[in-house]
């Protein structure tokens, strides 16, 4: 009998017992795996709506130099719109698209782009005697980028809401005053943004 596996019996008691420390350890890593899983997911899902915000404030600038380029064209255009030798802007967002000033048609603008942070493709307008001479965002929100802006971009910093990010032109028009006090144009109190309906 030297060859043959001897057999132990091991009394059920003893069996019973051992299992359920077994399986309460795997619950235990079991649980802890899942809590990690959800900590690793929160701070993920964190991540990627900053960078999804951010890359949507990278658009809304690129959508606001488009509008500032588009109304440098047509207030340069001039041609048969300039009244008295002075050139325009224009009164509406659509004479953008199509000068009404011209019998060919000239296009300062491809398309009236959405607002990326609102979603919707309304603005307010920044008016000057009754013409468009900039837009901004309609959004409340506050904005992640408050510096390190293009120069021409400078009136963007430290704004408190997506709404004071004015593109005009000229990009200077709006100068902040001294100590503090509203946004002045030429030391009169700014235009008043108005919305677009």
Same mark, same amino acid.
């Given at each position: 009998?030297?060859?043959? @596996?001897?057999?132990?019996?091991? !009394?059920?008691?003893?069996r019973?017992?051992?299992?359920?420390?077994?399986? /309460?350890?795997?619950?235990?890593? *079991?649980?802890?795996?899942?809590?990690?899983?959800?900590?690793?997911?929160?701070? *993920?899902?964190?991540?990627?709506? *900053?960078?999804?915000?951010?890359?949507?404030e990278?658009?809304?600038?690129? &959508?606001g130099?488009?509008?500032?380029?588009?109304i440098?064209?047509?207030?340069?255009?001039?041609?048969?719109?300039? &009244?008295?030798?002075?050139?325009?802007? @224009?009164?509406?967002?659509?004479?953008?698209?199509?000068?009404?000033?011209?019998?060919?048609?000239?296009?300062?603008?491809?398309r009236?782009?959405a607002?990326?942070?609102? /979603?919707?493709?309304?603005? /307010?307008?920044?008016?000057?005697?009754?013409?468009?001479?900039?837009v901004?965002?309609?959004?409340?929100? *506050?904005?992640?980028?408050?510096?390190?802006?293009?120069?021409?971009?400078?009136?963007?910093?430290?704004k408190?809401?997506?709404?004071?990010?004015?593109?005009?032109?000229?990009?200077?028009?709006?100068? @902040?005053?001294?100590?503090?006090?509203? &946004?002045?144009?030429? /030391?009169?109190?700014?235009?008043? !943004?108005?919305?677009?309906?």
């Amino acid at each position: 009998m030297s060859g043959l @596996p001897v057999r132990v019996r091991v !009394p059920a008691r003893r069996r019973a017992a051992a299992r359920p420390a077994a399986r /309460g350890f795997a619950y235990l890593w *079991t649980l802890l795996l899942v809590a990690f899983m959800g900590v690793g997911l929160v701070v *993920t899902s964190g991540l990627f709506a *900053t960078a999804a915000r951010r890359d949507k404030e990278r658009e809304l600038i690129f &959508i606001g130099h488009e509008f500032r380029a588009a109304i440098e064209r047509y207030h340069n255009a001039g041609g048969n719109g300039a &009244i008295n030798g002075q050139n325009q802007y @224009p009164l509406r967002l659509e004479g953008l698209l199509k000068d009404p000033r011209f019998a060919n048609p000239r296009r300062h603008l491809r398309r009236l782009y959405a607002d990326p942070i609102s /979603g919707k493709a309304e603005w /307010g307008l920044v008016l000057q005697q009754g013409r468009i001479v900039g837009v901004h965002s309609l959004s409340a929100k *506050t904005p992640l980028k408050q510096d390190n802006f293009d120069q021409d971009d400078a009136a963007l910093r430290r704004k408190a809401r997506y709404a004071d990010w004015l593109f005009t032109y000229p990009a200077d028009l709006f100068t @902040p005053a001294k100590d503090g006090e509203k &946004i002045t144009l030429g /030391g009169a109190p700014a235009a008043v !943004p108005a919305r677009q309906n």
